[in-house]
Protein backbone atom coordinates (compact mmCIF):
# COMPACT_ATOMS: atom_id res chain seq x y z
CA UNK A 1 0.00 0.00 0.00
CA UNK A 2 1.13 3.47 -0.91
CA UNK A 3 2.44 4.99 2.18
CA UNK A 4 0.41 8.21 1.62
CA UNK A 5 -2.64 6.14 1.11
CA UNK A 6 -1.52 4.38 4.76
CA UNK A 7 -0.62 7.29 6.77
CA UNK A 8 -3.99 9.26 5.83
CA UNK A 9 -5.76 6.33 6.81
CA UNK A 10 -3.81 6.39 10.06
CA UNK A 11 -4.84 10.15 10.73
CA UNK A 12 -8.40 9.25 9.93
CA UNK A 13 -8.60 6.39 12.66
CA UNK A 14 -7.11 8.98 15.30
CA UNK A 15 -9.63 11.56 14.65
CA UNK A 16 -12.70 8.75 14.12
CA UNK A 17 -11.78 7.38 17.57
CA UNK A 18 -12.31 11.02 18.49
CA UNK A 19 -15.60 11.21 16.98
CA UNK A 20 -16.38 7.94 17.97
CA UNK A 21 -16.50 8.80 22.17
CA UNK A 22 -18.22 11.57 21.07
CA UNK A 23 -20.96 9.74 19.26
CA UNK A 24 -21.68 7.62 21.77
CA UNK A 25 -23.04 10.13 24.33
CA UNK A 26 -25.37 11.10 21.53
CA UNK A 27 -26.70 7.56 20.57
CA UNK A 28 -26.80 6.49 24.22
CA UNK A 29 -29.15 9.16 25.02
CA UNK A 30 -31.48 9.08 21.70
CA UNK A 31 -31.26 5.23 22.99
CA UNK A 32 -32.70 5.96 26.03
CA UNK A 33 -35.37 8.39 25.44
CA UNK A 34 -35.24 9.06 21.47
CA UNK A 35 -33.74 12.91 22.69
CA UNK A 36 -31.18 14.13 20.38
CA UNK A 37 -29.20 16.17 23.02
CA UNK A 38 -27.89 18.67 21.54
CA UNK A 39 -26.12 20.45 24.43
CA UNK A 40 -23.91 17.16 24.34
CA UNK A 41 -21.44 18.79 22.00
CA UNK A 42 -20.81 21.84 24.55
CA UNK A 43 -20.38 19.57 27.39
CA UNK A 44 -17.35 17.72 25.40
CA UNK A 45 -16.38 21.74 24.63
CA UNK A 46 -16.45 22.53 28.59
CA UNK A 47 -14.83 18.81 29.26
CA UNK A 48 -11.93 20.14 27.40
CA UNK A 49 -11.79 23.91 28.53
CA UNK A 50 -11.46 22.05 32.02
CA UNK A 51 -8.71 19.90 31.22
CA UNK A 52 -6.70 22.78 29.32
CA UNK A 53 -7.21 24.53 32.86
CA UNK A 54 -5.89 21.61 34.66
CA UNK A 55 -3.03 20.90 32.82
CA UNK A 56 -2.02 24.87 33.49
CA UNK A 57 -2.71 24.64 37.05
CA UNK A 58 -0.54 21.38 37.62
CA UNK A 59 2.52 22.38 35.16
CA UNK A 60 2.18 19.63 32.92
CA UNK A 61 4.75 19.85 30.42
CA UNK A 62 6.98 17.35 27.71
CA UNK A 63 10.11 18.06 29.85
CA UNK A 64 8.80 16.47 33.32
CA UNK A 65 9.38 13.36 34.13
CA UNK A 66 7.47 10.21 32.51
CA UNK A 67 5.44 8.77 34.85
CA UNK A 68 5.03 12.30 36.68
CA UNK A 69 3.01 12.99 33.85
CA UNK A 70 1.62 9.89 32.84
CA UNK A 71 0.17 9.96 36.41
CA UNK A 72 -1.07 14.26 36.49
CA UNK A 73 -2.40 13.49 32.97
CA UNK A 74 -4.67 10.56 34.72
CA UNK A 75 -5.58 12.27 37.29
CA UNK A 76 -6.80 15.31 35.31
CA UNK A 77 -8.58 12.13 32.92
CA UNK A 78 -10.58 11.57 35.95
CA UNK A 79 -11.52 14.63 36.96
CA UNK A 80 -12.54 15.87 33.96
CA UNK A 81 -14.47 13.09 33.17
CA UNK A 82 -16.26 13.19 36.38
CA UNK A 83 -16.91 16.76 36.28
CA UNK A 84 -18.79 16.28 32.72
CA UNK A 85 -20.57 12.95 34.15
CA UNK A 86 -22.18 15.75 37.04
CA UNK A 87 -22.75 18.49 34.65
CA UNK A 88 -24.56 16.67 32.05
CA UNK A 89 -27.04 14.73 35.34
CA UNK A 90 -27.44 18.17 36.26
CA UNK A 91 -28.38 19.15 32.45
CA UNK A 92 -30.53 16.26 32.40
CA UNK A 93 -32.25 16.73 35.64
CA UNK A 94 -32.98 20.45 35.19
CA UNK A 95 -33.73 20.54 31.62
CA UNK A 96 -35.13 17.16 30.20
CA UNK A 97 -36.50 15.67 33.11
CA UNK A 98 -39.70 18.02 33.50
CA UNK A 99 -40.31 17.63 29.58
CA UNK A 100 -40.24 14.02 29.66
CA UNK A 101 -44.10 13.39 28.89
CA UNK A 102 -44.07 17.12 26.56
CA UNK A 103 -44.73 17.08 23.01
CA UNK A 104 -41.66 15.79 21.36
CA UNK A 105 -40.46 19.38 20.19
CA UNK A 106 -40.50 20.76 23.66
CA UNK A 107 -37.04 18.87 24.75
CA UNK A 108 -36.17 19.07 21.70
CA UNK A 109 -36.05 23.34 21.80
CA UNK A 110 -34.43 22.64 25.42
CA UNK A 111 -31.50 20.92 24.35
CA UNK A 112 -30.44 23.41 21.99
CA UNK A 113 -30.94 26.23 24.79
CA UNK A 114 -29.12 24.36 26.98
CA UNK A 115 -26.68 24.41 24.11
CA UNK A 116 -26.73 28.02 23.39
CA UNK A 117 -26.26 28.29 27.52
CA UNK A 118 -23.38 26.25 27.79
CA UNK A 119 -21.44 27.79 24.69
CA UNK A 120 -22.07 31.15 26.46
CA UNK A 121 -20.41 29.69 29.77
CA UNK A 122 -17.23 28.46 28.13
CA UNK A 123 -17.10 31.83 26.27
CA UNK A 124 -17.51 33.92 29.66
CA UNK A 125 -14.58 31.61 31.18
CA UNK A 126 -12.25 31.72 28.37
CA UNK A 127 -13.10 34.46 26.21
CA UNK A 128 -13.29 34.38 22.31
CA UNK A 129 -9.81 33.04 21.00
CA UNK A 130 -8.18 29.85 20.61
CA UNK A 131 -6.60 28.63 23.49
CA UNK A 132 -3.30 26.68 22.63
CA UNK A 133 -1.90 24.42 24.73
CA UNK A 134 2.18 22.97 24.21
CA UNK A 135 2.98 19.37 23.09
CA UNK A 136 2.53 17.10 26.35
CA UNK A 137 3.07 14.02 24.22
CA UNK A 138 5.82 14.14 21.87
CA UNK A 139 4.60 14.16 18.46
CA UNK A 140 7.41 12.05 17.50
CA UNK A 141 7.23 9.04 14.80
CA UNK A 142 7.40 5.55 17.20
CA UNK A 143 8.23 3.56 14.33
CA UNK A 144 11.67 5.13 13.42
CA UNK A 145 12.68 6.51 17.22
CA UNK A 146 11.74 2.88 19.30
CA UNK A 147 11.62 0.59 16.38
CA UNK A 148 14.27 1.97 13.95
CA UNK A 149 12.16 1.01 11.13
CA UNK A 150 13.36 3.37 7.74
CA UNK A 151 9.60 4.43 6.15
CA UNK A 152 7.88 7.28 5.45
CA UNK A 153 4.81 6.42 7.53
CA UNK A 154 4.40 7.78 11.22
CA UNK A 155 2.59 6.81 14.40
CA UNK A 156 3.43 9.56 16.82
CA UNK A 157 2.59 9.07 20.69
CA UNK A 158 -0.66 11.41 20.53
CA UNK A 159 -1.96 8.72 17.98
CA UNK A 160 -1.21 5.96 20.10
CA UNK A 161 -2.47 8.15 23.64
CA UNK A 162 -5.64 8.57 21.57
CA UNK A 163 -6.19 5.25 20.71
CA UNK A 164 -4.64 4.12 24.41
CA UNK A 165 -7.74 5.78 26.34
CA UNK A 166 -10.89 5.71 23.60
CA UNK A 167 -10.86 2.08 22.53
CA UNK A 168 -10.64 0.87 26.56
CA UNK A 169 -13.61 3.00 26.71
CA UNK A 170 -15.19 2.06 24.07
CA UNK A 171 -15.06 -1.58 25.05
CA UNK A 172 -15.65 -1.39 28.84
CA UNK A 173 -18.64 0.52 27.70
CA UNK A 174 -20.44 -2.02 25.56
CA UNK A 175 -19.16 -4.74 27.88
CA UNK A 176 -21.13 -2.66 30.33
CA UNK A 177 -24.41 -2.23 28.06
CA UNK A 178 -24.36 -5.99 27.41
CA UNK A 179 -23.58 -7.93 30.45
CA UNK A 180 -24.38 -5.97 33.65
CA UNK A 181 -27.73 -5.63 35.62
CA UNK A 182 -27.70 -2.02 34.92
CA UNK A 183 -26.63 -1.91 31.51
CA UNK A 184 -29.79 -4.73 30.87
CA UNK A 185 -32.02 -2.09 33.03
CA UNK A 186 -30.47 0.52 29.97
CA UNK A 187 -31.73 -1.73 27.32
CA UNK A 188 -35.07 -2.59 28.42
CA UNK A 189 -35.54 1.20 28.82
CA UNK A 190 -34.33 1.72 25.59
CA UNK A 191 -37.27 -0.62 24.43
CA UNK A 192 -40.35 0.56 26.43
CA UNK A 193 -39.87 2.18 29.63
CA UNK A 194 -43.41 1.78 30.96
CA UNK A 195 -42.97 -1.71 30.37
CA UNK A 196 -39.26 -1.50 31.89
CA UNK A 197 -40.81 0.78 34.96
CA UNK A 198 -43.57 -2.05 35.80
CA UNK A 199 -41.19 -4.85 36.19
CA UNK A 200 -39.07 -3.09 38.60
CA UNK A 201 -37.19 -0.71 36.79
CA UNK A 202 -35.89 2.20 38.01
CA UNK A 203 -36.42 4.27 35.07
CA UNK A 204 -35.74 7.79 36.26
CA UNK A 205 -32.15 6.27 37.56
CA UNK A 206 -31.56 4.57 34.70
CA UNK A 207 -31.73 7.67 32.54
CA UNK A 208 -29.91 9.50 35.04
CA UNK A 209 -26.71 7.21 34.62
CA UNK A 210 -26.87 6.93 30.98
CA UNK A 211 -26.82 11.06 30.93
CA UNK A 212 -23.60 10.26 33.72
CA UNK A 213 -22.25 7.56 31.14
CA UNK A 214 -22.46 10.35 28.04
CA UNK A 215 -21.14 13.23 30.19
CA UNK A 216 -17.86 11.27 31.58
CA UNK A 217 -17.21 9.93 27.56
CA UNK A 218 -17.65 13.39 26.70
CA UNK A 219 -14.69 14.58 29.29
CA UNK A 220 -12.40 11.87 27.87
CA UNK A 221 -13.00 12.76 24.39
CA UNK A 222 -12.61 16.40 25.78
CA UNK A 223 -8.61 15.93 27.19
CA UNK A 224 -8.47 13.50 24.58
CA UNK A 225 -8.88 16.30 21.45
CA UNK A 226 -6.85 18.92 23.67
CA UNK A 227 -3.71 16.53 23.94
CA UNK A 228 -4.22 15.55 20.42
CA UNK A 229 -4.75 18.49 19.03
CA UNK A 230 -3.31 21.37 21.21
CA UNK A 231 -6.12 23.78 21.04
CA UNK A 232 -10.08 24.39 22.53
CA UNK A 233 -12.45 27.38 22.00
CA UNK A 234 -15.80 28.20 23.18
CA UNK A 235 -17.59 26.83 19.57
CA UNK A 236 -15.42 23.75 19.56
CA UNK A 237 -18.31 21.86 20.56
CA UNK A 238 -20.23 22.76 17.48
CA UNK A 239 -18.00 21.61 15.00
CA UNK A 240 -16.96 18.52 16.76
CA UNK A 241 -20.53 17.80 18.12
CA UNK A 242 -22.14 18.09 14.26
CA UNK A 243 -19.36 15.28 13.15
CA UNK A 244 -19.69 13.02 16.36
CA UNK A 245 -23.73 13.24 15.93
CA UNK A 246 -23.04 12.86 12.21
CA UNK A 247 -21.05 10.07 13.15
CA UNK A 248 -24.03 8.55 15.03
CA UNK A 249 -26.56 9.29 12.57
CA UNK A 250 -24.10 7.11 9.66
CA UNK A 251 -23.82 4.04 12.23
CA UNK A 252 -27.32 4.04 13.13
CA UNK A 253 -28.04 6.16 16.15
CA UNK A 254 -29.01 4.69 18.91
CA UNK A 255 -26.61 1.87 18.18
CA UNK A 256 -23.26 1.73 20.26
CA UNK A 257 -21.36 -0.22 17.49
CA UNK A 258 -22.70 1.89 14.58
CA UNK A 259 -21.69 4.87 16.54
CA UNK A 260 -18.16 3.70 16.92
CA UNK A 261 -18.22 2.47 12.95
CA UNK A 262 -20.25 5.85 11.99
CA UNK A 263 -17.40 8.06 13.98
CA UNK A 264 -14.10 5.93 11.99
CA UNK A 265 -16.01 5.81 8.68
CA UNK A 266 -16.05 9.84 9.00
CA UNK A 267 -12.75 10.04 10.32
CA UNK A 268 -11.54 8.18 7.43
CA UNK A 269 -13.89 10.62 4.65
CA UNK A 270 -12.46 13.55 6.36
CA UNK A 271 -8.80 12.74 6.44
CA UNK A 272 -8.86 11.04 2.45
CA UNK A 273 -10.87 14.65 1.71
CA UNK A 274 -8.43 16.85 3.30
CA UNK A 275 -5.53 15.04 1.68
CA UNK A 276 -6.49 14.22 -1.92
CA UNK A 277 -9.02 16.96 -2.45
CA UNK A 278 -9.24 20.31 -0.19
CA UNK A 279 -10.71 20.98 3.13
CA UNK A 280 -13.47 23.36 1.54
CA UNK A 281 -14.69 20.14 0.55
CA UNK A 282 -14.89 17.88 3.51
CA UNK A 283 -18.25 19.06 4.81
CA UNK A 284 -19.78 18.46 1.78
CA UNK A 285 -18.40 15.43 0.69
CA UNK A 286 -19.34 14.02 4.42
CA UNK A 287 -22.70 14.98 4.47
CA UNK A 288 -22.96 13.84 1.01
CA UNK A 289 -22.10 10.14 1.85
CA UNK A 290 -24.44 10.51 4.88
CA UNK A 291 -26.96 11.79 2.62
CA UNK A 292 -26.50 8.90 0.12
CA UNK A 293 -26.45 5.83 3.26
CA UNK A 294 -29.96 7.89 4.72
CA UNK A 295 -31.62 7.58 1.01
CA UNK A 296 -30.49 3.63 1.04
CA UNK A 297 -30.43 2.99 4.70
CA UNK A 298 -32.27 5.44 6.54
CA UNK A 299 -31.35 3.48 9.68
CA UNK A 300 -27.71 4.20 8.55
CA UNK A 301 -25.02 1.48 8.33
CA UNK A 302 -25.73 -0.31 11.74
CA UNK A 303 -28.98 0.08 12.56
CA UNK A 304 -32.35 -1.24 12.48
CA UNK A 305 -36.08 -0.46 12.33
CA UNK A 306 -37.63 -0.28 15.43
CA UNK A 307 -41.38 0.30 16.61
CA UNK A 308 -42.22 3.83 17.52
CA UNK A 309 -42.58 3.53 21.17
CA UNK A 310 -44.94 6.53 21.18
Keep these: MDEQVLQTIIIGLSNGLIYALVA ?32 VAFGVSAGGDVLVTILLITIILAITMLATATLNVSIERVAYRP ?25 LWKGPANLGYPDVIPNVNVLTTVFGLDTGVSISYKQLFTAAVTIPLLIALTWFVARTRQGKAMRATAQDPDTAGLMGVDVNRTIAITFLIAG ?54 NA ?24 FRPTGLLGQQLADRA
Design 24 to 55: LGYTLVYGIIELINFAHGDVFMLGSMLAFTLL
Design 99 to 123: LRHAPRLAPLISAIGMSFVLQNVGL
Design 272 to 295: FSDRYLSTQWTNAIVFGVLIGILV
Design 216 to 269: ALAGAAGIVQILYNNTTVWNLGFRFGLNAFTSAVLGGIGNLQGAVLGGIVLGLI
